[in-house]
């Protein structure tokens, strides 16, 4: 050694990346199988080993350089234009060449669905800014299709090709989607808002003067607004270039100075006369754009689980390699509970979403999965986007300082966890949207009950569990003080009733920990006597 060379780095992991995200994940490649998916394991395959290894290394840049908002030209011209890093353009090009966006609709067979919500749990481990544009042109395409004059649109959201430049979309192959719903005075209160829409001379044309304070992906080719019609609240498709090449008619104000998303823009926009196509009916814009809420809320819940996903490996790989106190971290029994909880919870997380998905891809097909889609999804969005942050900050533990630094992904994880609970509706909102649905729509609750039904006699403490749900029901109309705990209560049986069914290995100390009373308030509190040799090892199945 140098007599200037203090030290020899050893002690330390290997690089995490490449990693194979499909291969390395075995509880998503069964709940792939599981739920109907299976048709498309080869694309799923190569998606997570491309994830794992080029663009997981591609989302450090991407994310680092925030995009930049220009609202003029060196000559003084109004342009809006926001400047990403180039990473963040490659990233989402290859997302939507997989399909990550598109699958459902370019491919609408049995299990697209499943398939899609796989792939989007796969991109959103490494880079979630993109997922925001990603979920909102999946999303979009029911919507869409309640006006059949934009059918040019539809098609291109299902083509699955990238074109990042700001020209009318008669000039491209595939077009991406944004929206904006919330206005300064409104935030979910949607019925509130003030922005006034104008029918023009063109039928189903309108002009719209007003301002939104959240405008998701401002360089979207287009965008899905709310704004009062004479006939009240409707929705309408706003194009950013019209069809003769000019800029539409909206200003850009400033970029949001967001907690996390650093990768992805969110703005706040002016309309000063801007052109936009009703979709639907005048009077029903919550209507028609509630079928798209089903679909975001189904990939909020996938983000969650994706980071649960990604905080876990990156623990894993680190406890796997540190040596503390003599032994590998792994092999530390305090430790070993500490990563056996966080891999029980994250394979229940990915199970209940993927069950949806499973729900939301036989909805057409099956009325009973449409009422169980309609419901599971605010009950899932509510519980498992809850849950991610203080997961993401117990992985952030298990690397100590080395979590806490950003040349590890976890800062970025712990900055992302908190935005799916609050997209899409916060968590009050997703709780009454379920005693609302329990009230008014009495399948959803029957097709609740069905899916418990199906797991009784598989665990004492899910029996009890859904015995006591079934009376709650009885009085849920009348339970709004008390819609969290209650939801609660129906997305940790719903996850345990996935869990025993699948045959999974976590199922047991799920139930008696999650339903039996047998955990701490913190992570890392398992019965003492589960195997956490099993639940590890299946965690790091890759």
């Not at 799923?44 to 997981?56: H, Q, S």
């Not at 939104?212 to 004479?230: E, I």
Request: with cysteine; hydrophobic share 45%; glycine share 8%.
């Amino acid at each position: 050694m140098s007599r200037f060379q203090t030290h020899v780095v050893d002690n330390q992991p290997p690089e995490f990346a490449p990693c194979d995200l499909w291969a390395a994940d075995c509880a998503l490649r069964e709940a792939v199988a599981r739920e109907g998916g299976g048709a498309f394991e080869g694309r799923l395959a190569a998606y997570g080993a491309l994830a794992g290894d080029e663009l997981y290394r591609l989302s450090f840049d991407a994310h680092r350089d925030k995009p930049r908002l220009r609202t003029h030209d060196r000559f003084g011209h109004r342009i809006d234009t926001v400047e990403f890093h180039p990473n963040y353009h490659r990233i989402l090009q290859a997302a939507l060449e997989n399909g990550v966006a598109g699958l459902s609709w370019s491919e609408p067979v049995p299990g697209s669905h499943v398939a899609r919500a796989a792939l989007s749990y796969l991109h959103h481990q490494v880079e979630p800014g993109t997922s925001c544009p990603l979920t909102m042109t999946h999303a979009a395409m029911p919507v869409l299709r309640h006006a059949p004059a934009l059918r040019e649109w539809a098609d291109k959201v299902a083509a699955s090709q990238y074109d990042p430049r700001d020209v009318p979309i008669g000039q491209k192959a595939g077009v991406t989607l944004g929206m904006g719903m919330t206005e300064k005075q409104g935030g979910s209160d949607v019925r509130a808002n003030t922005t006034l829409a104008t029918p023009l001379a063109e039928e189903g044309k309108y002009s719209l003067i007003g301002h939104k304070w959240f405008f998701s992906a401002p360089m979207c080719d287009g965008f899905l607004v709310l704004a009062q019609a004479p006939g009240g609240l409707t929705c309408f498709l706003m194009p950013r270039r019209l069809a003769d090449g000019a800029k539409n008619a909206f200003r850009l104000m400033r970029l949001k100075d967001k907690l996390g998303d650093w990768s992805n823009a969110s703005g706040e926009v002016e309309f000063v006369e801007a052109k936009a196509y009703r979709i639907g009916d005048e009077g029903r814009g919550i209507a028609t754009i509630l079928e798209m809420v089903m679909l975001t809320r189904l990939d909020c819940m996938l983000g969650s689980a994706a980071e649960m996903r990604m905080a876990l490996a990156q623990a894993l790989h680190h406890a796997a390699h540190r040596i503390a106190f003599g032994k590998r971290l792994i092999e530390q029994p305090l430790m070993r509970n500490v990563l056996a909880d966080l891999a029980v919870e994250s394979e229940a997380a990915l199970a209940l979403s993927m069950r949806v998905a499973r729900a939301v891809d036989s909805a057409p097909r099956d009325a009973r999965e449409a009422a169980f889609a309609r419901v599971a999804t605010a009950i899932g969005k509510y519980w498992i986007c809850k849950r991610a942050p203080a997961f993401v900050n117990e992985a952030q533990e298990c690397l100590g300082g080395a979590g806490y630094v950003e040349e590890s992904i976890l800062p970025r994880l712990y900055r992302q966890a908190p935005l799916n609970s609050i997209w899409e509706g916060s968590g009050n909102i997703q709780c009454l949207d379920v005693l609302r649905a329990l009230s008014r729509e009495p399948e959803t609750g029957e097709a609740l009950l069905a899916e418990l039904d199906g797991a009784v006699g598989l665990h004492p403490a899910l029996d009890a569990a859904a015995a006591s749900l079934r009376v709650s029901f009885a009085d849920a109309k009348n339970a709004e003080a008390g819609a969290r705990l209650l939801v609660e209560r129906m997305a940790l049986a719903l996850q345990a009733a996935v869990l025993l069914r699948a045959g999974s290995p976590v199922a047991d100390a799920f139930c008696r920990s999650r339903l039996g009373g047998e955990h701490g308030l913190a992570l890392g509190t398992l019965p003492v006597d589960a195997d956490f040799a099993e639940i590890i090892d299946r965690a790091r199945a890759g």
